[in-house]
Every structure is written in structure tokens, then in C-alpha cells.
């Protein structure tokens, strides 16, 4: 697709994913960005790898989240071989609790609808391990997709605010704070903002799937590398552990719009449930706290395809799987653009 002209809107793993992937395809690309590229979900997201864990059974999304998990290893080679910049992927399974005799039977049930769909799951003594269970560091991957994408040429806007999106003639017309932008397609891939930005079409505004935040909290604590062995889980609580050692554990579900101000009882409840989880955490240093804004739609399940016969793609909604289904969604969208 040389020479045609795309406008990815939106710089956070999914969308510098998809701009690296056109611009590999040849496209020329511009990715705008309100912030700073990877500054909000994907700055946020602590990185699990796990439709073992965000997955109860059959479901295209399911078989979707299996999809990008299976292209992970070659993604983050790839990307590390473009840039030469290291990224923190291990798949180093993960490991469920049950507390309960009843907690114990619904992992069995959820084990049992999830082998059907090729999620592998271990009975080890009253816990299950999912050995295909991964994380990576989505700092390192927005950070090697920066780089990948400016050593193919992709024109970076950051601070850039998109106010809307008109398509006229089969172009796509970017209106940003800085001036309007033009291209053969354009992606929307902006996260929790997404549907708050107006898509028109010369027939009036063309309806797209509203978006909203589901804030997270997340603690990370400093701790000797290898400390902790695979993730662990119990319900929503988790804990994992960086190469560096530095270990995140979440996490909190509010939906409280953008509000960027940490709730203290919050990081209290989520330091007390990690630490049953991991007791050791009980007598680490004190932890940082942080938050990020999981992108939701009404139905919460990702928008990702063309709108109509529009020459606009939707890339936003993936909720609390946006890390793990970038590979799998800048494949499918890039795909899809670049092919028409
Ligand atoms: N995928 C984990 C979370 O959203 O907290």
C-alpha cells in the first residue's frame, strides 16, 4: 500500500501497534496522540498475559485473547529486533487460589469451559496453574513501538487533541487542536476517549460505540528479583513480579469517570488483599500507588473493525485486555487498511 496515507488517533499500545504495523506495510502514517504516546491505559496496565485468568469460557473474544497471546513471543522479538531496545516478556504461567470449598468448585467449572477452548489449566494440590499465562512490561513495548515507529517514518503528534472525524469523498478529515489532518483511512484507537469523538459522514454523525473509563489501582513494591515465581491470583487480586524485581499488585474496578486523584482506602483494601496473597508483602517497604483508565464500552467487549463502508476504523474498548490484545488487533486492523 505505498504512498496511501493513514491517521492512527490514539498512541497507546494499540494504536502505535497498528501504526507500526502499516508503516511496516508501507503506509505512511501520522499518529496523534492527546498526551504523550503510551501515557494513560498503557502506562497504567500492569501487563498480565492472561486469558486464564480475564476469561470464563467460550466467546469470540476468548478465542480473539488466545489469538494475540499465541503472537506475543514473535511480536516483542520483533519489536526488540527493529529497535534494539529490551523488553520484559516471560511466560511464566500463573498460579489461582481458592479459599473456599465453593471458590474451589467455580475454578474447576471455569477450568473445565476454558480447556474447551485450549486454556491450558493444572491441578497442582488445591490450586490450578496455568502454565501459558504470560506478562510483559507494557512500558517497554510503548516505548520500542515509539522507536520502531519513528525508524519507519510514522510522523508522531503528541499534545495533539482530535475534536473530530469527517469523511468526505472516501478521505478521512482529522480535525485536531493543531490544525486538520487528511488521510485515506483513519483509525480510532484513543481508548476510554474514543466515543466522545464525533465521527461524521456526509449523511450527519455516524454512531459509533460509546466509550467509558473503569478506573484501576495498581501498587508496585520493590523486591529481590526472582522473589516471586509465577502470577498469582485469587478472584481480582493479583500479584506479579517484573525481571527487575519490582512487583505489581492489583487491583480496584471503579468507575468514577476520569477522576485521577488515588483513593487511599482503595490502595488500603488492595495492600491488604495482596498481602493475603503474598504475606510477604505485608513487611515490604511501602509501595507505590497508581491508577489508569481501562477502556470500557456499554456491552464490554472491544470495537475493533471498519465503521460501515467508511474508510474510519474502530481499535478501542479492550477493557481490561488492552496489553494483551494489541498484537492481535494491529494484525487485524492493519491488516484490514492496508488490504483494502
Ligand atoms: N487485566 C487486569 C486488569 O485490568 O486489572
Redesign the pocket.
Known sequence: MAGSDVIIIGGGIIGGSIAWRLAQAGAAVTLVDAGALGGEASWAG?G?LAPGG?TAGRSRWAEFALESLALYPAFVEELEGETGLGIDYRRCGAVEIARTEAEWQDLLARRAAQSELGIRAEVTGDRLFYPDDALVDPRDVTRALRCACERRGVSIREQTRVLAVRVTEGRAEVETGGGVLTGSAAVLAAGAWSGAIPVFGPGGRIEIPASFPVR?HLLGYALEPGSVGPILRHGHTYVMQRSSGFTIA??SSEQVGFNRELDPLVVDEIRARAGELLPRLRLAAEPIAWLGF?PATEGFEPAIGRLGDTCVWLAYGHY??GILLAPGTAARVAGEVAGR
Open positions: 500492569a498480565m480475564e484501576g492489583g487491583t481501562r481490561r485486555n
